[in-house]
T-cell receptor
């Protein structure tokens, strides 16, 4: 398995533009998580899905953020409109219950909003 | 609401010495704790974990200690090596599989 795959690796966009981040979880994992890493707060949980259903989105900062998981092999995190304070590294992770190692993370998408 | 806290943003140790990274948590429902290691431009990778029924777990040079009464855990690396230089995240989860992370500690091991 290629692991959790995120795209793009880097995204630079102008304030006000829509940004879409993509994630392909590990096949067979039924949990998918979106995290945001910032210097001040470390890894913040934004939202997570179980069997494609959003379970907890209380970490989503505001209505400008939305996430979908249309099927077991794909998820998106969308920011519309983007703002400079959204600049961060966004990680996707997937897991399966009962594993000792917790989550498997993707390599992240570094978002810069100018 | 930071349920998992790593109060030391950075730590520097000499090669061969012990590195001790600390983590505190507030949620008494957490029953599983993990440490992740993160290199630049990569996602965090699993390092070691401990269940709340234990107070110590060892894997080679890495040992995690859990003090439930103090809601505190620590990661010991002995001996520290330059390749251990990375950001270390403490994480905790409860039965619902929702994992919370600390802000991370950047460890630098000097040759």
């Amino acid at each position: 398995d290629a692991g959790v795959i995120q795209s793009p690796r880097h995204e630079v966009t102008e304030m006000g533009q829509e940004v879409t981040l993509r994630c392909k979880p590990i096949s067979g994992h039924d949990y998918l998580f979106w995290y945001r890493q910032t210097m001040m707060r470390g890894l913040e949980l934004l939202i997570y899905f179980n069997n494609n259903v959003p379970i907890d989105d209380s970490g989503m900062p505001e209505d400008r953020f939305s996430a979908k998981m249309p099927n077991a092999s794909f998820s998106t995190l969308k920011i519309q409109p983007s703002e400079p304070r959204d600049s961060a590294v966004y990680f996707c992770a997937s897991s399966s219950p009962g594993t000792d190692y917790g989550y498997t993370f993707g390599s992240g998408t570094r978002l810069t909003v100018v | 609401d930071q349920q998992v806290k790593q109060n030391s943003p950075s730590l520097s140790v000499q090669e061969g010495r012990i590195s001790i990274l600390n983590c505190d948590y507030t949620n008494s429902m957490f029953d599983y704790f993990l440490w992740y290691k993160k290199y630049p431009a990569e996602g965090p990778t699993f390092l070691i974990s401990i269940s709340s029924i234990k107070d110590k777990n060892e894997d080679g040079r890495f040992t995690v200690f859990l003090n439930k009464s103090a809601k505190h855990l620590s990661l010991h690396i002995v001996p520290s090596q330059p390749g251990d230089s990375a950001v270390y995240f403490c994480a905790a989860s409860a039965l619902n599989n929702d994992m919370r992370f600390g802000a991370g500690t950047r460890l630098t091991v000097k040759p």
